[in-house]
């Protein structure tokens, strides 16, 4: 019956099994290890012959429930829980390929997957090149012999640009490469990249899917291929996700769509304001008519999301203008939360790009990048106008 279940039913009744108490919630497992019957039960554990939990930098209940309810969400066979949304990032590169191969990348990326590929990957040569997000006929320009991975994110952070997730599924699937996608900011509630042909998905569960604030996480998700060479890796080299962080991360998934329904109302309805708004240069929204990919988001995304980028006329200091008068808005780099946050990107989570690889992925000295939160629209809307 459990397979006849819509997603985000699973995502709240895929619980692990009852113990002996018969708890309707799913119990913390806050043990480093596991115990065995007798030496032979121990030692066909380790043969890989019983399922059973050996040690939780390998698997743990809380982690195990986390993972099931993701892949029900993604759509996806198997998964990995690690420590944070970067050691995933990490992962999903580290794993898969080894010295000489070569990864084609979206050029819209998270600051920190930017330098991995420009100042860690190198060393251990591994080399890559940067494609535009919303031109799939100019990638096949960036293929060498050696290429390997076709590396993205889509919303890209934080100028909200997509990637064509079908063209680029067809591009991997002819050219013999690994589709990786983050699929942080959608989320499975708006798209699911595996319905597309990527073979692994990463998110950092510490945002929306967390969506309070609280814990950090990561996830890898996809097919059952790709997960065994990335479970080896993540297994022995420790980037194992906390049990308790497991625990919290799984309970919020039980209303992650409740919860994006909310944020991408809310964010729709404020980014239709924010053009109307004066000193307000440009609004990035996927769903607003106005964005340039707006047809592509409504065929492959359910809706817009929770994030809202704009720039201000004003530049540097209409920016900071903006953040430093708000009351009700958190000023963060943090994003996904129930509360909105307003972060100045060109100074803090992309500050380590030169001015010319920002302005090369459109993030401007008066680009703002605001979470939407869960507070009443009126409310926000107020905060804002005190800055603009």
Same mark, same amino acid.
């Given at each position: 019956?459990?397979?006849?279940?819509?997603?985000? !039913?699973?995502?709240?009744?895929?619980?692990? $099994?009852?113990?002996?108490?018969?708890?309707?919630?799913?119990?913390?497992?806050?043990?480093?290890? +596991?115990?065995?019957?007798?030496?032979?039960?121990? /030692?066909?554990?380790?043969?890989?012959?019983?399922?059973?939990?050996?040690?939780? #930098?390998?698997?743990?209940?809380?982690?195990?429930?986390?993972?099931?309810?993701?892949?029900?969400?993604?759509?996806?066979?198997?998964?990995?829980?690690?420590?944070?949304?970067?050691?995933?990032?990490?992962?999903?590169? /580290?794993?898969?390929?080894?010295?000489?191969?070569?990864?084609?990348?979206?050029?819209?990326?998270?600051?920190?997957?930017?330098?991995?590929? !420009?100042?860690? +990957?190198?060393?251990?040569?591994?080399?890559?090149?940067?494609?535009?997000?919303?031109?799939? $006929?100019?990638?096949?320009?960036?293929?060498?012999?050696?290429?390997?991975?076709?590396? !993205?994110?889509?919303?890209?952070?934080?100028?909200?640009?997509?990637?064509?997730? /079908?063209?680029? @599924?067809?591009?991997?699937?002819?050219?013999?490469?690994?589709?990786?996608?983050?699929?942080?900011?959608?989320?499975?509630?708006?798209?699911?990249?595996?319905?597309?042909?990527?073979?692994?998905? !990463?998110?950092?569960?510490?945002?929306?899917?967390?969506?309070?604030?609280?814990?950090?996480?990561?996830?890898?998700?996809?097919?059952?291929?790709?997960?065994? #060479?990335?479970?080896? +890796?993540?297994?022995?080299?420790?980037?194992?996700?906390?049990?308790?962080?497991?625990?919290?991360?799984?309970?919020?998934?039980?209303?992650?769509?409740?919860?994006?329904?909310?944020?991408?109302?809310?964010?729709?309805?404020?980014?239709?304001?924010?053009?109307?708004?004066?000193?307000?240069?440009?609004?990035?929204?996927? +769903?607003?008519?106005?964005?340039?990919?707006?047809?592509?988001?409504?065929?492959?995304?359910?809706?817009?999301?929770?994030?809202?980028?704009?720039?201000? /006329?004003? @530049?540097?200091?209409?920016?900071? #203008?903006?953040?430093?008068?708000?009351?009700?808005?958190?000023?963060?780099?943090?994003?996904?939360?129930?509360?909105?946050?307003?972060?100045?990107?060109?100074?803090?989570?992309?500050?380590?790009?030169?001015?010319?690889?920002?302005?090369?992925?459109?993030?401007?000295?008066?680009?703002?990048?605001?979470?939407?939160?869960?507070?009443?629209?009126?409310?926000?809307?107020?905060?804002?106008?005190?800055?603009?």
């Amino acid at each position: 019956m459990e397979n006849d279940w819509q997603p985000e !039913t699973r995502a709240i009744r895929g619980q692990m $099994d009852k113990t002996a108490y018969g708890e309707h919630s799913a119990p913390l497992f806050l043990t480093s290890s +596991f115990t065995f019957g007798g030496a032979e039960e121990m /030692a066909a554990t380790f043969r890989g012959e019983t399922g059973q939990i050996i040690y939780s #930098r390998y698997n743990n209940p809380n982690v195990d429930e986390l993972i099931e309810k993701a892949c029900a969400l993604e759509g996806t066979a198997a998964g990995f829980a690690t420590a944070s949304g970067m050691a995933a990032v990490f992962a999903s590169v /580290a794993a898969l390929l080894q010295q000489g191969d070569h990864i084609i990348a979206t050029r819209a990326l998270f600051g920190s997957t930017h330098q991995l590929l !420009t100042s860690v +990957f190198p060393k251990w040569g591994i080399t890559f090149s940067y494609v535009e997000p919303d031109d799939p $006929d100019s990638w096949a320009a960036a293929l060498q012999p050696n290429s390997r991975m076709f590396l !993205t994110e889509t919303p890209s952070n934080p100028g909200l640009k997509l990637v064509d997730l /079908a063209a680029a @599924g067809e591009f991997c699937q002819t050219n013999g490469l690994l589709f990786v996608v983050d699929n942080c900011f959608a989320t499975p509630c708006l798209q699911r990249p595996a319905d597309y042909g990527a073979d692994l998905i !990463t998110h950092s569960a510490t945002k929306w899917m967390d969506g309070q604030g609280r814990v950090l996480g990561g996830l890898l998700l996809g097919s059952a291929e790709v997960l065994e #060479r990335v479970t080896f +890796f993540c297994r022995h080299t420790g980037p194992a996700m906390a049990p308790f962080n497991a625990w919290i991360i799984s309970k919020s998934l039980e209303t992650l769509h409740v919860r994006m329904e909310a944020h991408c109302r809310s964010a729709l309805a404020l980014a239709a304001w924010l053009q109307g708004q004066a000193g307000v240069a440009a609004v990035h929204y996927p +769903f607003l008519p106005s964005h340039p990919q707006y047809a592509l988001a409504q065929r492959q995304m359910k809706a817009g999301g929770g994030l809202v980028s704009f720039e201000l /006329a004003g @530049g540097l200091t209409a920016a900071q #203008r903006l953040i430093d008068s708000a009351l009700l808005c958190t000023r963060s780099s943090n994003l996904g939360d129930t509360r909105t946050i307003l972060t100045h990107p060109a100074t803090t989570t992309h500050a380590k790009l030169s001015p010319e690889e920002r302005a090369a992925v459109g993030i401007s000295d008066g680009l703002v990048r605001m979470s939407v939160g869960l507070e009443a629209l009126a409310d926000i809307q107020a905060d804002l106008l005190r800055g603009l």
